[in-house]
């Protein structure tokens, strides 16, 4: 009976689904395209205007770039039908979900592997050899759309961890999260919707090949959204909470909501914590435009706390995620404060 309750609704969501597909790879396509079509004359006048400018030929950087952005996603949107259209004929289910991790390990690391050269960008990273097993949950800084691709470049290519995300849904108009995204156990969420839950089916049945990925902020940082933030759990009357989240100077106060919820559903997963420094200000597009990543050097740190060591009650996991928090932005503040003093002594 319910079934029968339910087809509508699935109908809806399904008709929803393809009208969003056939949208967003139709632009994809058509941009790609667009780009090619146009390259021939666009690149010469970048160059020429970066000449005249003397600006780090960042809109030569730029005229490269998104016609290869473009050409990953169309090439992702091809190896993803040819795998749906082999999967009919094998009708493998394990098979399967290890095709669709290596497209998105692939994916991420051409987009990632494409930005580092194009625009000079160094890595300095440590803690490597806590990210060669799993299971464990990875909770991670969140301040550019850049170091969204951080822990599949580290965690997941090299040591073969099948992360598990923790996504916003607006994420869905990229034709490659949302067709890729979906045969994957990963979670496209609303942000304020209430929605915290549906994290939980991301701990089902964790090995030691698998990963949760989460961004406990759940957006991109900014001092307004900080400001925003403090003042809602100001007037909730969380004076302890809000006496910790005051004391961070470079992070937003962890959403508490999904992190606790994967925690509360942890049976044997460590927690990696990924701190980094070097992508503030480099927030959107016209970030980049701007040559704000260029010959830039970003600085991140991996540390893994044992599953033993993870609190049980849910106060004690609120002051210890807390605390590690406040241990990223004081590591954070440390690295902005050396990259300052580099750049004085430059001058």
């Not at 090299?158 to 990963?186: A, F, H, M, T």
């Amino acid at each position: 009976m319910n079934d029968l309750k339910d087809s509508p609704n699935r109908l809806i969501e399904f008709i929803k689904v393809w009208v969003r597909r056939a949208l967003s790879i139709s632009l994809y396509v058509c941009c790609f395209g667009l780009l090619l079509v146009l390259f021939p004359g666009l690149f010469p006048l970048a160059v020429i205007t970066d000449l005249i400018r003397k600006k780090s030929w960042i809109l030569t950087r730029a005229v490269i770039f998104f016609p290869y952005y473009f050409a990953c996603e169309v090439l992702g949107i091809i190896v993803g039908l040819v795998l749906w259209i082999a999967y009919l004929f094998i009708r493998d289910a394990e098979k399967f979900l290890d095709w669709n991790f290596a497209l998105q390990r692939w994916w991420v690391n051409a987009l990632a592997q494409g930005a580092k050269k194009l625009f000079n960008f160094q890595v300095d990273v440590e803690g490597t050899d806590e990210l060669t097993r799993g299971p464990v949950i990875v909770f991670a800084r969140h301040v550019s759309v850049a170091d969204a691709l951080l822990p599949a470049f580290f965690i997941a290519n090299p040591n073969g961890v099948r992360l598990r995300y923790v996504l916003k849904k607006q994420l869905l108009w990229d034709p490659c999260l949302d067709i890729v995204g979906n045969r994957l156990p990963n979670v496209f969420v609303r942000r304020d919707a209430g929605e915290a839950y549906v994290v939980n089916r991301l701990m089902h049945d964790l090995t030691p090949r698998d990963g949760v990925m989460i961004y406990p902020e759940g957006t991109r940082f900014s001092r307004i959204k900080q400001q925003i933030i403090l003042e809602k759990i100001k007037a909730k009357g969380e004076w302890r909470l809000y006496e910790q989240a005051s004391q961070l100077k470079h992070t937003l106060p962890p959403r508490l909501g999904g992190a606790l919820n994967l925690l509360a559903m942890n049976e044997n997963a460590d927690v990696i914590f990924c701190a980094h420094a070097g992508f503030d200000g480099v927030v959107d597009l016209r970030d980049f435009l701007n040559g704000s990543l260029i010959s830039r050097t970003v600085k991140i740190k991996f540390y893994r706390v044992p599953f033993a060591e993870i609190p049980t009650t849910r106060e004690a996991q609120i002051n210890w995620l807390m605390n590690n928090w406040k241990a990223i932005d004081e590591w954070i503040g440390q690295q902005l404060m050396k990259e300052k003093s580099v750049v004085r002594v430059q001058r």
